[in-house]
């Protein structure tokens, strides 16, 4: 009996360190949260490194890289996972599902977490305060962007133009935003997110050259939303100086041609009988000088000279004694 009872007592004791063990195990289980703790969470792309575990099964567990075809390969699964695109959370219902559907494991708790993000850089360039290039780890949008440009410079036009070309993960993209609409107006729409592969560009805003007998010649730039006209050039470049023809002429640029010259009646719009003319980024307006009014001014300069000087003279010749 006693020996009975001892077998009894050793079996009870063992029974009671292997409830006390399950607590423990089951509070060491890992969470998903904690296996995402190391990056953040972003959608899956080509190239990205993940951490698969599996509780229970450590022949399961390993870091798998994703293919250019946007999958990855497990052991045991006879079938690929896609994964790109997508978010880990939603990997790992994935390979629980794949892992239950081969009856590999009844019930699997699976965790992925991003082990090592691709790169997937955002280029921003132009009118910025600080051209730059940068790895996105975590969503980023367009203002983020520029926020990390130290935002746009002085010389920045009125749009913005994001271009991705074709890769792995995904189809080419092009797609221009206004600045009024994304800064002024504040458009969620205008504010759009970016995936790395991006090209954040903002061109310099165009210019209207004015030369030629102005009083200021120079390159001044154009509104984005009033625009620029002939009388605006003109008052920027301060007026007309003396010698002005009567008509300018506005040199345009034409893509794959030379460019193409306009005459306009440039005293018949300063005297309102003929209608001011629109001008467009990169036209230059040139005012021809008047030579022969040029020439006359000049004699006639010279006869005043000439004159003024010789009535000098015959005055102090008739009041000498």
Known sequence: MRF???????????????????????????????????????PVGIGD???????????????????????????????????RGIMPSELEKR???????????????????????ATHPISVVGSVRRPLTFQITAPTTLLDALARAEGLSTEAGGEILITRAASA????????????????????????PLQGGEEVRVPEIGKVFVVGNVMKPGAFPTAATSGMTLLKALALAEGLSRF????????????????????????????????????????????????????????????????AGTASGALILAVKP
Do not use: C, H
């Not at 390993?62 to 994964?83: C, F, H, N, Q, Y």
């Not at 306009?264 to 036209?283: E, F, W, Y």
């Not at 006359?296 to 300069?301: E, G, L, P």
């Open 4 to 42: 009975v009872a001892g077998i009894s007592i050793s079996i009870l004791t063992f029974y009671a360190l292997l409830t006390a063990v399950s607590p423990l195990q089951a509070q060491q289980r890992p969470t998903s949260g904690e296996a995402r703790a190391n990056l953040p969470a972003q």
């Open 49 to 83: 490194l993940l951490s698969v575990s599996v509780y229970g099964a450590p022949e399961l567990t390993r870091t798998s890289r994703v293919a250019p075809d946007g999958t990855i390969r497990l052991a045991m699964l006879k079938e690929p996972i896609p994964a």
């Open 95 to 117: 390979i629980a599902v794949a892992l239950a559907a081969e009856q590999i494991l009844v019930d699997p708790d699976v965790t992925v977490n991003i082990a090592e993000y």
């Open 169 to 192: 993960n995904g189809a080419a993209f092009s797609k221009k935003v206004a600045i009024k609409s994304l800064i002024e107006l504040g458009d969620p729409a205008s504010n759009i």
């Open 244 to 307: 002005a023809m009567n008509e300018a002429y506005i040199y345009r640029p034409v893509e794959g041609a030379e460019k193409q010259e306009v005459m306009v009646p440039l005293r018949k719009i300063m005297d309102r009988k003929s209608p001011d003319v629109p001008l467009t980024p990169g036209d230059i307006l040139y005012v021809p000088d008047n030579r022969a009014g040029r020439l006359r001014a000049s004699v006639i300069d010279k006869i005043v000279s000439f004159g």
